[in-house]
């Protein structure tokens, strides 16, 4: 964890002095509430630990956030749906493992940089997370399923694109569910129209 921590920000601190030398624009409504709906999808690599079994899983994830922005902050509820599978390599040895994760969690994010048309942003989230697992072994006749309920909490990092209402952003997720054990991490793209 220690080592994606350190390769995003290594990604992401060379653009800071790009973004401090684009000329700022004074912003009118900057003491003022200011509303927004996003939408991402990603793709992430996720170790899973069920029992005493150990995963390296693939899974896409798409989310709905809504959400109040004032001067730099964010504040936003955001629903994901993440699902993942096990590698083609556990499948060829007959070990399947597929788990889908839907949370409501409260983010916050902190746009350290801010421009008109640019910005740079931390974030953190808290929630609860409902799972749903299946582990199948072909060889030893294993199928075990469960659902449930656990914790999960986030850390995000990213750059917004974009003028007036609508918005790109590019960024990179780190999430942590409490059951099953799962550290997930990968790219995000998406859209956020601010009214």
């Keep these: 964890m220690k ?19 684009i000329p700022s624009t004074p912003n009118n409504d900057a003491d003022a509430w200011k509303y927004y709906i996003a939408t991402d999808m990603g793709i992430f690599l996720s170790d ?9 899983n693939f899974g896409v994830s798409a989310a709905l956030e809504f959400g109040a922005r004032y001067n730099r902050y964010r504040l936003g509820l955001k629903l ?4 993942e599978t096990s590698g083609v390599l556990q499948a060829l040895f007959g ?8 949370s409501l969690r409260l983010n916050g994010y902190y746009d350290y940089v801010s421009r008109e048309s640019f910005a ?3 974030g953190a989230g808290l929630g609860v997370n409902h799972y749903d697992y299946e582990i199948k072994e072909q060889y030893t006749g294993r199928d075990d399923h469960k659902r449930g309920l656990s914790f999960i909490g986030g850390l995000n990092t990213g750059m917004s694109f974009g003028g007036g209402h609508l918005r790109f952003d590019i960024g990179f997720a780190f999430d942590y569910i409490s059951f099953p054990q799962t550290y997930s991490y990968g790219p995000t793209v998406g859209l956020r129209y601010n009214f």
Excluded: Q, R
């Design 48 to 56: 899973v630990e069920i029992h005493d079994d150990s995963f390296v």
């Design 3 to 21: 080592k994606i921590l350190l390769c995003t920000l290594l990604l992401f601190t060379p653009m800071v002095s790009f973004a401090e030398s």
């Design 120 to 122: 740079m942003y931390i």
């Design 80 to 83: 994901k749906d993440a699902a």
């Design 95 to 102: 070990h399947t493992v597929g788990v889908e994760n839907v």
